[in-house]
């Protein structure tokens, strides 16, 4: 029964925050190019974490891919420009052309959410995750990779998965404000308040003016505040139950033995007499 009453506490302060926000500035890479646009990244640099520089010499890029990014900065530029609707057939373009294009994925559903098509941005956002699993298995140094599968995760309604994500994420670049601000969202969206103060409360130490962080962390205090009070009014709650649960058996014995002592003497059978 406690256990049941934890569980129901936990989901009824579960806030229902969402992380979907046009970050025209954010820094995220993967194999091809970087959310703002900048056709020049690549995973390369991504690999040099933690002090290890990667052995393995860049892929060279087909003509596929090459026209795949072309179309990706294209369709990056008119999403940022909120020209949804030329963004979704420039990201189109781009998987159709080289359909391990994780990060297209990733934006094609974006751009599908913000023309209200749920259906289309679920199933991009699925495609999303499949090629980040594959790309992280071929390189677990990659930040970048791990935030944006992330990403993809939450926006599939899969917190649990975000949060693994996006730990793995800040665990590689743990100075990165965007990757802690979008993990604390993430621990909010799980109850998980304490952790989400943590995670925040350094996101705005790293960038005072991350307004958005100091918000987020706002409710992350008041939803932890929320939670201990919830959590003793709970416990006292199961106080009162188990003494009204001892009174009760008390009682009970009480009248039980009260019950016995007062029961009438038997009378003892008559002997005849012998004449």
């Given at each position: 029964?406690?256990?049941f009453f934890l569980?129901?506490l936990?989901v009824?302060l579960?806030?229902?925050?969402?992380?979907?926000?046009?970050?025209?500035?954010q820094?995220s890479?993967?194999?091809?190019?970087?959310?703002?646009?900048d056709s020049?990244?690549s995973?390369?640099?991504n690999?040099e974490?933690?002090?290890?520089?990667?052995?393995e010499?860049?892929?060279?890029?087909?003509?596929?891919?090459?026209?795949?990014r072309a179309?990706f900065d294209?369709?990056?530029?008119?999403?940022?420009?909120d020209r949804?609707r030329?963004?979704?057939e420039?990201?189109?373009?781009a998987v159709?052309l080289?359909p391990e294009?994780a990060?297209a994925h990733?934006?094609?559903?974006?751009a599908y959410a913000?023309q209200g098509?749920?259906?289309?941005a679920?199933?991009?956002?699925?495609?999303s995750?499949d090629?980040?699993?594959?790309l992280?298995?071929?390189?677990?140094?990659?930040?970048?990779a791990?935030?944006n599968?992330?990403m993809?995760?939450?926006?599939?309604?899969?917190?649990?998965?975000?949060?693994?994500a996006?730990?793995?994420a800040?665990?590689?670049?743990?100075?990165d404000?965007?990757m802690?601000?979008?993990?604390?969202?993430?621990?909010?969206?799980?109850?998980?308040?304490?952790?989400?103060?943590?995670d925040?409360?350094?996101?705005?130490?790293?960038d005072?003016?991350?307004?958005?962080?100091g918000?987020?962390?706002?409710?992350?205090?008041?939803?932890?505040?929320?939670?201990?009070?919830?959590?003793?009014?709970?416990?006292?709650?199961?106080?009162?139950?188990?003494?009204?649960?001892k009174?009760?058996?008390?009682?009970?014995?009480t009248?039980?033995?009260s019950?016995?002592?007062?029961a009438?003497?038997?009378?003892?059978?008559?002997t005849s007499?012998t004449?």
């Open positions: 029964m406690r256990k569980i129901l936990l009824s579960a806030p229902g925050l969402a992380s979907c926000k046009r970050r025209g500035s820094s890479t993967n194999q091809h190019a970087t959310l703002s646009g020049t990244a995973t390369s640099s690999n974490t933690e002090g290890e520089a990667s052995t010499p860049p892929a060279e890029e087909t003509a596929e891919q090459k026209d795949a179309l294209k369709g990056n530029e008119l999403y940022r420009n949804d030329e963004a979704i420039a990201f189109k373009q159709n080289d294009f990060e990733l934006k094609l559903g974006l913000a098509q749920a259906k289309e679920k199933e991009s956002y699925q495609k995750v090629a980040y699993k594959k992280v298995k071929r390189e677990p140094k990659n930040a970048d791990q935030f599968m992330g993809a995760y939450y926006k599939l309604n899969q917190p649990e998965d975000a949060v693994k996006y730990r793995q800040v665990k590689l670049q743990p100075d404000g965007d802690l601000y979008e993990l604390g969202l993430a621990e909010m969206k799980l109850a998980q308040y304490q952790e989400a103060v943590n925040l409360q350094k996101a705005t130490e790293l005072p003016d991350n307004f958005r962080a918000e987020a962390l706002d409710k992350a205090k008041e939803g932890s505040k929320r939670m201990q009070e919830a959590r003793k009014r709970l416990e006292d709650q199961m106080k009162k139950q188990d003494g009204a649960s009174n009760k058996n008390q009682n009970g014995n009248n039980t033995n019950n016995s002592n007062s009438p003497a038997t009378s003892p059978k008559p007499k004449t």
